[in-house]
């Protein structure tokens, strides 16, 4: 029943690793987002696909790339990772049309260490 | 770009009190005003959104107001229960057509029982 999944759920990893976070959602929707939540709770989008094509990419260092293979879903990889980047990434999705409701998955926290 | 300001970021209220949270805009296109609440350890969820061509929006405990000449819009609970604990975000959209949600800084609501 869920509607937008995340793995893992906790990530630990020391720096400069690589690591991957992986995100689908069983709703139909033709938009996904990927956001960061730092440690003030401040929620800010890093990406946005509309049927798999890239239509937001905000000022993410290049070691974030997205990939969508699907319309369902929607991975982000980290390359080299530091330690500013540990934060809880979030997954949405949403219909795609204007001001339309964004459904967040339940999070994946990072800790680079 | 958007910006969006939120007060206050805390906000302590006795159980059956109203709890008002109130957010500024910078971009004056700006159209649509979604509010999420997130729980601990979840994703943001949405509660109630306004659209600029409406000046109040009600949806039982729940209601928001939008100030288009202001550039202000708040959130309103009445009748708080403990469940309304959690962190409230307010948004605005910028940048039509992508749906790119700017989000203020959150406001931790703690209902004292």
């Known amino acids: 029943d869920t509607a937008v999944s995340q793995t893992p759920k906790y990530l630990v990893t020391q720096m400069g690793n690589d690591k991957s976070i992986k995100c689908e959602q069983n709703l139909g929707h033709d938009t996904m987002y990927w956001y960061k939540q730092d440690s003030k709770k401040f929620l800010k989008i890093m990406f946005s696909?509309?049927?798999?094509?890239?239509?937001i990419n905000e000022t993410v260092p290049n070691r974030f790339s997205p990939k969508s293979p699907d319309k369902a879903h929607l991975n982000l990889h980290i390359n080299s990772l530091e330690l500013g980047d540990s934060a809880v990434y979030f997954c949405a999705s949403s219909p795609g049309t204007f001001g339309s409701e964004q459904f967040f998955g339940p999070g994946t926290r990072l800790t680079v260490l | 770009g958007e910006n969006v300001e939120q007060h206050p970021s805390t906000l302590s209220v006795q159980e059956g009190d109203s709890a008002v949270i109130k957010c500024t805009y910078s971009?004056?296109?700006?159209?649509?005003f979604p509010w999420y609440k997130q729980e601990l350890g979840k994703g943001p969820q949405l509660i109630i959104d306004i659209r600029s061509n409406v000046g109040e929006k009600k949806d039982q405990r729940i209601a928001v107001t939008l100030n288009k000449t202001a550039k202000h819009f708040s959130l309103h609970i009445t009748e708080t229960q403990p469940e309304d604990s959690a962190v409230y975000f307010c948004a605005g959209i910028t940048n039509f057509g992508n749906e790119k949600l700017t989000f203020g800084t959150g406001t931790r609501l703690t209902i004292i029982p």
């Open positions: 971009d004056s296109a700006s159209n649509y």
């Open positions: 696909y509309n049927n798999k094509e890239l239509i």
